[in-house]
């Protein structure tokens, strides 16, 4: 870390509140609140969607009425009125712009308060392409011409329905089906927008694609959908970041992510997630219920997870990959920090069905104040999974006297010529550490965010560059207070 | 489902359950007891597979047909011999079908042991303190229907500084030819600075019927006590065991628990839950579990850290072959207060047949921060370099794989503090090869 770096991160400890607790003044078009038929009908009509995902939602909301609430996870389920949600928010004046100067001025300041200044990006020449995603509608897709230019799509899940039904169609639902799990069912059936990607044939998508979640609107569940195809021999690197203003009411997230990579392709999937988190006393914040799955389906193909948790009151969700493919890769890389009354209940699954199948996990936890943080894995080896190779490393930190940390790895082999390696530690921040830190005059907090973001490095590398400073910051921000 | 269990094991137990419970024949406060857990067991029901902790055992094949509830025969002649141990210097008490059998058993001569069936250790003091105190806390409905309707046991308590000069040899026989659902219950207090081996073995008389076996034990160590708990599993295939064994430990106590399964037993439940209820305590798990044909062996533990400054460790080698089943489960809990705990857990598992399964989930909850905890698990087979280092040196495949199998389940058998038991272990396992 250079100087210019600790400089900012000493500004930004400075500023005690909720970092991102602001909230926008844009007319909203919020529907009225409640989960019925109607209302199912009602989002796919506003999307003028065609029949057969009409079909295929309602058929998820009959499968979600029939589900029960699951009890198998390490905190108290809150108790959530599905029908006191608004399940469709969005601005009302949808803007249709060219450039950006047409965007809503209000909603661009917003972006630049969260740190990502579109017009700065644009200017720095297509390093990035956002497709922001402003509660539930996509408002803005940059560089996407340029990306057309390789033949690459990248649009919003609305946009997709309409211009390439074919490809949805085939892949909707094929990793994630709307039985999954009850919020699974919930997504599928009143799914509003979220982003669609399309890598074509042996195409190394040209830059990272990124899209930043907000949750505006108070009373709005959001319920993202997000899909990406690489098909055969293609590349391509997706950024999810996700910061929400302050609210005192808790708010829903439930989410579901699907990725499916064809034979030689690789998909890297990155989250930062910082929404918020609830005050200090553990009122408020998001609930994170999110699903993410993908599919290595072809030979030789690769998916790879990686995720900074820091923010949300419940962050419950384990990014998975069925390895399909003979001699296919899974890689999962995960930091989540809780703090005050913070639960996180997160992991992954593995499941091995191709031979010479890999797979690697990585999870590190640090558990501070009230918080409980768990890892919650499962590594599956099935009888024809030949040669299949897992390493596993799950670690937790602990601050403080009062929080948790909790392990529930599960590894199920059925397959003799397996090798499995799992290991795990659970243990406080060395006081020699700190020590010898505060000698050469590093206080204790500073000592502490250091230890911890040389702790958590081994995820850290796996991010993009600019995620990766932002990421180091946000662990920071985040253990304010938690010392001394 | 239900409308089978009804017809089976379940109704029978239902049906035999009110002459049970009969007040009068018992202490009142006793009899309160088996009531109380017979409608937790009611309630509860035999477990499916889609409860957590039952997650990989199908118990339905198991429960699904009738047994007859009482040993025909309470005075048979057992030889029991072949679970004897080379070596090893003994008090044998042997179990038939549960029942303790002074007939056949060794008395204990050293001062301050005592030795007693269940049934007549009633009135005892220590028997009112500790029975169905700790084993009863867990949700275990086999511990619920055992407090409810055990007639049979063994009651050992060691007074204040007694040594036990012998090892105590506990062999648990299967006889009979009829199918046979048999409970045995057990508890055993370690006084104050106490000390004793303590020897199981679980055989299955030639011949004798299919049977299932629900055990449950109740291991008391008062301040400073030590016990070395040996289980070996040696019995034949018709014989089922589902034991609970929970140890609730005091004060500067020290706790080891050797718990090995051999081929044979088509189907072993172990739950081994350690409580280590006060600071200063050590308890240790020690596993080998060996398994072949299409056995299916469970090992639940618990090792809960309740105080500061105690440790732990534990460790199981598992060894599976042709198509059977190896489960481990192992929890570590360090309480809140349980500030400066270590607990050490490590699985390895060795997956030598073509049809073999392991499942595992070594699970760590730590609810307080000056601790070291860690856990490992592992999975592989054979190294094929070191085989093939051993066969360039003249020694055959066979050798070459006993030898390495040795070497594996080295890390557990080197803990081993007695040395005909160590012995005798190793060469089971070379047998079950």
Known sequence: ?484 | MITQLTTSLYNQLVMAAPDCLQPGQEPKTFTDIRSQSFRKFKQLGFPTMKLEDWKYINLQGLVNQSYSLEDSLPGRPVAHERAHIPGLASYHLVMVNGAFRPDLSDSIEDSGITVMPMAEALDELLFAKHFAAYADKTDNPFVALNTALFQNGLFISFDKGSVAAKAIHIIHVVAGSESLFSQTRNLIVMGPNSSADIVETFITEQGAGKSLNNLVSEVVLEESARMQHYILQTASSQSSYLTHTEIHQSKYSLYNNYNCTFPGASFVRNNINVRLAEADVEGHLYGITLTADDQLVDNHTIVDHLKPHCESYEWYKNIVQDASTAVFNGKIFVREDAQKTNAFQQNNNMLIGDKSTVYSKPQLEIFADDVKCSHGCTIGQFNEQSLFYLRARGIGEEQARILLVHAFAFDVTSRFSNEAVKNYVERLVEEGL
């Open chain 1, 1 to 484: 870390m250079n100087n210019t770096n600790d400089e900012i991160l000493l500004q930004e400890l400075a500023e005690q509140e909720y970092k991102y607790g602001f909230t926008t003044d844009i007319e909203m078009d919020i529907a009225k609140k409640g989960l019925s038929e109607d209302m199912v009908r009602f989002i796919s009509a506003k999307k003028n969607e065609p029949e057969w995902l009409l079909e295929w939602r309602l058929k998820a909301l009959r499968y979600f009425h029939q589900m029960e609430l699951p009890t198998w996870q390490n905190f108290r389920h809150p108790n959530i009125d599905f029908q006191d949600i608004s399940y469709y928010a969005a601005p009302r004046k949808k803007p249709q712009v060219n450039n950006l100067d047409e965007v809503d001025p209000e909603l661009l300041s917003t972006f630049a308060k969260l740190g990502i200044p579109l017009d700065e990006q644009k200017i720095l020449a297509g390093v990035v392409a956002v497709d922001a995603v402003f509660d539930s509608v996509s408002v803005k897709t940059t560089f996407r011409e340029k990306l057309k230019e390789v033949g690459v799509i990248f649009c919003s899940f609305g946009e997709a329905v309409q211009e390439h039904p074919d490809l949805v169609k085939k892949y909707l639902g094929s990793v994630v089906p709307q039985t999954d799990n009850v919020y699974a069912a919930l997504n599928a059936a009143v799914f509003s927008d979220g982003s669609f990607v399309y890598i074509p044939k042996g195409v190394n998508c040209p830059m990272e694609l990124s899209t930043y979640f907000r949750i505006n609107a108070e009373n709005t569940g959001q319920f993202e959908r997000t899909l990406i195809i690489a098909d055969d021999g293609a590349y391509v690197s997706y950024l999810e970041g996700c910061t929400a203003p302050m609210r005192d009411e808790n708010q829903l997230h439930a989410a579901v992510v699907e990725l499916v990579a064809l034979e030689n392709a690789e998909i890297k999937y990155s989250t930062v997630q910082n929404w918020y988190p609830g005050d200090k006393n553990g009122v408020g914040g998001i609930f994170n219920f999110v699903t993410k799955r993908g599919i290595c389906k072809g030979n030789n193909s690769k998916i790879s997870w990686t995720q900074v948790e820091t923010g949300s009151a419940i962050t419950w969700k384990y990014p998975s990959v069925i390895l399909k493919g003979d001699h296919s890769v899974g890689e999962f890389y995960s930091v989540a920090l809780t703090r005050n009354y913070q639960m996180a209940d997160t992991g992954t699954k593995m499941i091995h069905l191709g031979k010479n199948t890999r797979s690697r996990i990585i999870s590190k936890g640090i558990s501070a104040g009230f918080s409980h943080n768990s890892y919650r894995g499962q590594v599956k080896i099935s009888p024809g999974a030949d040669h299949a190779r897992n390493f596993t490393q799950c670690d937790s930190l602990l601050i403080g006297d009062r929080c948790g940390a909790h392990t529930f790895p599960y590894i199920e082999t059925r397959n003799n010529s397996a090798l499995l390696e799992h290991e795990a530690t659970t243990s406080k921040i060395g006081e020699d550490q700190i020590f010898y830190l505060n000698q050469r005059g590093i206080n204790s907090e500073k000592a502490v965010g250091l230890i911890i973001n040389g702790y958590a490095k081994e995820v850290l590398n796996q991010l993009p560059m600019e995620f990766a400073v932002e990421a180091q910051k946000l662990l920071a921000i985040s253990l304010e207070g938690s010392v001394g």
